[in-house]
């Protein structure tokens, strides 16, 4: 039973590209959420997903930052026109269900912008 | 504006000698309580889910409690496997989804 399954681990990426950053739910779950974690910083929520839908995009950013959950495939956070501040830790997790429960997260991306 | 607070930021024990951390918070209407154990380069891993006062759940050397303001994660005889950054999160009744507020996290280093 794999886990949350997120890819590239790493990324490396020079200011002004784009940085795509995958999610591959746990097998029966169809909540996606997605957080960022910035060095020296607590876990930040982003958005949250379900298959074809944005339920709550309340902590991303405005500009540049965008997220989606199709129906085949995994999620994809894409952030555009990448600058330094965006280096972080990317966490993406999944539940079965949405209020009340835990999410099991996934190992995260390691966004390096130089 | 939902706010966790965690205490201290970082705690460090000898093998054995117990302890708790402690997690204030300020929710609009609680949903859950959330604690998660983070190993460096890894994500988080849940540990227990808190939905009212008076509520406690072990595992292992780990106890949670939960009061109205605030949660306590019991270290009993902790080992250096123990040793890892303990994150809080609150979830609200009134998120339109399952959106979580976490805390900054306590590092516990157990040494042997």
Redesign the interface.
């Given at each position: 039973n794999a886990g949350?399954m997120?890819n590239p681990r790493h990324l490396v990426r020079r200011r002004g590209q784009e940085a795509r950053l995958r999610c591959s739910p746990m097998k029966g779950h169809s909540?996606v959420?997605w957080?960022r974690q910035l060095p020296e910083?607590?876990?930040?929520?982003m958005v949250?997903l379900q298959k074809e839908n944005i339920?709550?995009e309340?902590?991303m950013p405005k500009e540049r930052f965008s997220a989606e959950f199709p129906k085949e495939g995994p999620s994809i956070l894409r952030i555009q026109q990448v600058v330094r501040g965006d280096s972080a830790a990317y966490?993406c997790?999944s539940?079965p269900l949405?209020?009340?429960?835990?999410?099991?997260?996934?190992?995260?991306t390691r966004l390096t912008v130089v | 504006e939902d706010q966790v607070t965690q205490s201290p930021e970082a705690l460090r024990l000898q093998e054995g000698e117990s302890s708790s951390l402690n997690c204030s918070y300020t929710v609009s209407g609680l949903?859950?309580l959330?604690w998660?154990r983070q190993d460096p380069?890894?994500?988080?891993?849940?540990l227990f889910?808190l939905?009212s006062a008076g509520e406690e759940k072990e595992k292992e050397r780990l106890k949670a409690t939960l009061t109205k303001k605030e949660s306590f994660l019991h270290i009993t005889a902790p080992k250096p496997e123990d040793s890892a950054t303990y994150?809080c999160?609150v979830?609200a009744q009134e998120?339109?989804?399952?959106?979580?507020?976490?805390?900054?996290?306590t590092q516990l280093t157990v040494n042997p």
């Open positions: 949350v997120q909540h959420y957080y910083e607590g876990l930040k929520f949250y339920i709550d309340s902590g966490f997790a539940s949405g209020q009340g429960y835990g999410y099991t997260f996934g190992s995260g | 949903r859950g959330f998660y380069g890894k994500g988080p891993e849940f889910t939905y994150l999160a979830q998120t339109s989804g399952s959106r979580l507020t976490f805390g900054e996290g």
